[in-house]
């Protein structure tokens, strides 16, 4: 299967508009397998929109969106999307073990099973696996839709904003368990995020795109240049640099 071959991830000189509005144009970028990607960028520079590219659910006005050899045309089970607002993401009349099975409903029950219980436990939900979406917090519907895609076994992990609606210690501790679980399983994961720290703590590569319409690559942090430790003076100026790359865009 396509989701077991591919080594790398190219974003091959993609624009995309809607009409005569230009929302993205020219991105060139590529990953190896197993990276976990943030994007940042103002509101209106594309983010959410180039994670649609590359989910299958548009295409590129110009240009290619690649997982090796093969380009992405439509969606496909090999890349899940993971939302902000999980409130419309879960069925609240499914159980926690219902939701995160809906997705492998055709698999033999013994498989299913297994997949479910695997993936509840990575996302510590084994033991809240009767309860419904409404007798849970805001972070356990969060891990809940984690787990129905990780149930999935895709190859990528497509986020937006996932941790945005929550509040800062949640938020802080959700962080720390996907970065667990992206070592653990060795996704590649797409996060798109407004928050510096956030793709500092999570990120092996951190794009930044330029303000809209027509945003493009402004900045591309690779693995090696990403500060591990908030406490020294390269993570400040990392952070800086970040900070000023996020200012208005005034070519556009």
Partial sequence: MLAKLWTNFGISNVSKSFGNYPILDRIDLEFNRGSFICVLGPSGSGKSTLLDLIAGFERPTSGAIRLGLEEIRSAGPDRVVVF??????????????????????????????Q??????????????????????????????????????????????????????????????????????????????????????????????????????????IRRDQIPQDPATVEYVAMKTRLERALDIDEDH
């Fill in 115 to 220: 997949r479910v219980a695997r993936v509840l436990e990575m996302v510590n939900l084994a033991n809240h696996t009767n309860k419904f979406p409404s007798e849970l917090s805001g972070g356990m519907k969060q891990r809940v839709q984690i787990a129905r895609g990780l149930a999935m076994e895709p190859d990528m992990l497509l986020m937006d904003e996932p941790f945005g609606a929550l509040d800062a210690i949640t938020r802080k501790k959700l962080q720390t368990d996907l970065k667990s679980l992206w070592e653990e399983t060795g996704k590649t994961i797409f996060f798109v995020t407004h928050d510096i720290e956030e793709a500092l703590l999570l990120a092996t590569e951190i794009v930044v795109l330029s303000t809209g319409p027509g945003a493009r690559v402004k900045e591309w």
């Fill in 84 to 113: 902000q607002d999980v409130s419309n993401a879960l069925f609240p009349w499914l159980t926690v073990r219902e939701n995160v099975e809906f997705g492998i409903s055709r698999l033999p029950r013994a498989e299913r099973q």
